[in-house]
């Protein structure tokens, strides 16, 4: 019955935003001076009973969506065009200029909910992450550190700059990045070591740019830990992050099971494709290929086609996730296709106050960008089920329940990806690249993860000590069978293309717990699918006013990623790739 009536509830129209009961309707986000009022009034507001909280917690709820909205919005145009300096300047303007000046009322704000006796009145069983997280956050902020941080916001930016300006000539025609890719998927390896060996050159063009960037957040980082009375940014970020629900000694432990029971079945997936290639050493252009007379998977031709396709497999899977994405297209809030100056990755921009998020991919016709479309979609349509809750706070939920969603929706939607795939065949080849993602991803998440501790806690290393390190994290959760001869130079700062490392550091592991989580949601979906897409709307649409252990319990799977349960959940992909004669 809940079910139903958030589905019933949901209407998709184009709306152009919320009802404002406290800012004027034609408010605009400009400049600091015409959001102090509106801070202030909050700041100074008496409290003298619950309803006066109730009405005071709204009225902050809307500034949040209204300000984070247009905070969006300045990083969105900016990704989509790096290359247009008013974008640019809109974005830097907003980062240097308006929010260091929006902290020290958040500040005041949440020590004011904090003190105020009513507050003892909230539904525990609702308010009680929020209370967690505002509590967190007032004993985490130093003014000291506002500054620090908006200069961080600023640089972090410049990766997705100088990342976007990345190309290469590929006979005669110019692609970026993320467009030579496809490349990597031909049948002939000439082609594919051509391609690769032009996109490490370009790479490494700018690699002493992107260290000495890196250098300048390193610093910056480590002064906001002392600043804040942490010893290192490692121990910092986990509690600014909110990592209430497991520790450092548990991601050592992640770590070490990845390596025990995920890396050996990695190893047997690379050792298949080696023998389907007919190589007798694997090299690295060799990792997405297909046999010769094997032709890539094609499928989607541009942009149109990947959003109808995408639309109508989530039709099939749930009628409720086909209106998310097709909302969206009314609404002009997917970017996807590839181009010159297009900042790289992917991701689902939530917007707080119409409720209706942005997608932002780089498509090139591969069946990663299937991938990434599902699993963006499956971002959306947290967004969408979250939304109708009473207050902003309540639907910024942390990534370990956001990865859930969007790592699920990848693996819930494959039987139907007969939409992009007619060929039985080619539909299979699909499934099992999906598989082999799934379980080739843990390991470089161990890698990413366990790196980043290290460059945390050592603070003032070289770059050599850096480079040292990485070659010797790379290797404990790699398979050994590729030959990297000739690549050195490249694979010592191949960590720079993991994007995440410059601009939301520390956040990587998320992605590792919901893969699990992930593969549970499967497992449960094969035994009972309708039980199980239930389960995941149901989890979803509570935000985070539950622990992550309750949303994890609501989606019908267990918060864990201890050594026996990564065992189990290995043994669980093992056996579907046995049945299709993979390992």
């Known amino acids: 019955m809940r079910l139903e009536k958030i589905i019933m509830n949901r209407a998709f129209s184009p709306l152009i935003r919320k009802e404002r009961k406290f800012l004027p309707v034609d408010f605009k986000v400009t400049d600091w001076e015409h959001l102090l009022p509106y801070y202030e009034e909050l700041k100074n507001r008496e409290l003298n009973n619950a309803a006066e909280l109730g009405k005071w917690l709204e009225d902050i709820s809307e500034l949040e969506a209204v300000v984070s909205e247009d905070a969006c919005w300045r990083q969105i145009n900016m990704t989509c065009d790096t290359t247009n300096k008013e974008y640019e300047t809109a974005f830097t303007y907003f980062c240097m200029e308006i929010e260091p000046r929006m902290k020290p009322y958040g500040f005041e704000l949440n020590k004011k909910l904090l003190a105020c006796p009513f507050t003892e009145d909230l539904d525990k069983n609702l308010y009680f992450p929020y209370l967690r997280s505002v509590d967190n956050a007032a004993k985490l902020y130093r003014d000291e550190n506002v500054p620090l941080q908006a200069e961080m916001n600023v640089l972090a930016q410049q990766y997705g700059v100088i990342?976007?300006?990345?190309?290469?000539?590929?006979?005669?025609?110019?692609?970026?990045?993320?467009?030579?890719?496809?490349?990597?998927?031909?049948?002939?390896?000439?082609?594919?070591?051509?391609?690769?060996?032009?996109?490490?050159?370009?790479?490494?063009?700018?690699?002493?740019?992107?260290?000495?960037?890196?250098?300048?957040?390193?610093?910056?980082?480590?002064?906001?830990?002392?600043?804040?009375?942490?010893?290192?940014?490692?121990?910092?970020?986990?509690?600014?992050?909110?990592?209430?629900?497991?520790?450092?000694?548990?991601?050592?432990?992640?770590?070490?099971?990845?390596?025990?029971?995920?890396?050996?079945?990695?190893?047997?997936?690379?050792?298949?494709?080696?023998?389907?290639?007919?190589?007798?050493?694997?090299?690295?252009?060799?990792?997405?290929?297909?046999?010769?007379?094997?032709?890539?998977?094609?499928?989607?031709?541009?942009?149109?086609?990947?959003?109808?396709?995408?639309?109508?497999?989530?039709?099939?899977?749930?009628?409720?996730?086909?209106?998310?994405?097709?909302?969206?297209?009314?609404?002009?809030?997917?970017?996807?296709?590839?181009?010159?100056?297009?900042?790289?990755?992917?991701?689902?921009?939530?917007?707080?106050?119409?409720?209706?998020?942005?997608?932002?991919?780089?498509?090139?016709?591969?069946?990663?960008?299937?991938?990434?479309?599902?699993?963006?979609?499956?971002?959306?349509?947290?967004?969408?089920?979250?939304?109708?809750?009473?207050?902003?706070?309540?639907?910024?939920?942390?990534?370990?329940?956001?990865?859930?969603?969007?790592?699920?929706?990848?693996?819930?939607?494959?039987?139907?990806?007969?939409?992009?795939?007619?060929?039985?065949?080619?539909?299979?080849?699909a499934q099992l690249e999906e598989l082999e993602r799934v379980i080739s991803v843990l390991p470089w998440i161990a890698t990413i993860d366990k790196y980043q501790h290290w460059l945390y806690t050592n603070p003032g290393h070289t770059i050599e000590q850096r480079q040292k390190e990485w070659l010797d994290i790379l290797a404990e959760f790699s398979t050994g069978i590729t030959d990297w001869s000739g690549f050195d130079e490249y694979r010592t700062n191949f960590w720079q293309k993991q994007l995440h490392l410059f601009e939301v550091p520390f956040y990587y592991i998320e992605y590792g717990i919901a893969q699990l989580g992930a593969i549970a949601m499967?497992?449960?979906?094969?035994?009972?699918?309708?039980?199980?897409?239930?389960?995941?709307?149901?989890?979803?649409?509570?935000?985070?006013?539950?622990?992550?252990?309750?949303?994890?319990?609501?989606?019908?799977?267990k918060f864990d990623f201890s050594a026996g349960y990564i065992k189990e959940l290995a043994a669980f992909v093992a056996q579907i790739l046995e049945e299709r004669g993979v390992v």
């Not at 957040?217 to 121990?235: P, S, T």
């Not at 780089?362 to 599902?374: E, F, K, L, S």
């Not at 009972?528 to 989606?555: F, I, V």
């Open 163 to 429: 990342s976007g300006a990345m190309g290469i000539e590929v006979d005669g025609k110019e692609y970026t990045l993320q467009q030579a890719v496809k490349f990597l998927h031909n049948p002939d390896r000439t082609i594919r070591e051509t391609v690769f060996a032009k996109i490490a050159s370009r790479r490494l063009e700018d690699k002493d740019k992107l260290n000495e960037l890196f250098d300048k957040l390193l610093v910056i980082r480590q002064k906001v830990a002392l600043n804040a009375g942490f010893e290192n940014y490692r121990d910092y970020k986990f509690r600014e992050l909110g990592r209430f629900d497991y520790t450092v000694a548990d991601c050592f432990a992640f770590h070490v099971a990845v390596r025990e029971h995920i890396l050996p079945l990695h190893t047997k997936l690379v050792k298949d494709r080696q023998k389907r290639l007919g190589v007798d050493t694997m090299r690295p252009w060799d990792g997405d290929a297909e046999p010769v007379g094997v032709e890539p998977l094609h499928p989607f031709a541009d942009a149109k086609e990947l959003t109808t396709k995408a639309i109508e497999v989530f039709e099939d899977l749930q009628p409720y996730f086909s209106g998310c994405l097709h909302t969206m297209d009314e609404m002009h809030r997917l970017d996807l296709e590839s181009r010159k100056g297009k900042a790289p990755g992917g991701y689902n921009c939530p917007l707080a106050e119409t409720g209706v998020p942005f997608i932002f991919m780089n498509a090139a016709g591969t069946m990663n960008d299937v991938i990434t479309m599902m699993h963006e979609g499956g971002h959306a349509v947290h967004s969408f089920l979250s939304d109708p809750l009473p207050l902003t706070a309540f639907k910024e939920y942390p990534m370990e329940i956001a990865e859930l969603a969007s790592m699920s929706m990848e693996l819930f939607s494959m039987e139907h990806w007969d939409v992009f795939f007619k060929d039985e065949n080619e539909l299979k080849r």
């Open 522 to 557: 499967w497992r449960q979906y094969r035994q009972n699918k309708e039980q199980a897409l239930d389960n995941y709307m149901n989890a979803l649409s509570l935000g985070y006013t539950k622990t992550l252990k309750e949303l994890y319990t609501t989606a019908g799977i």
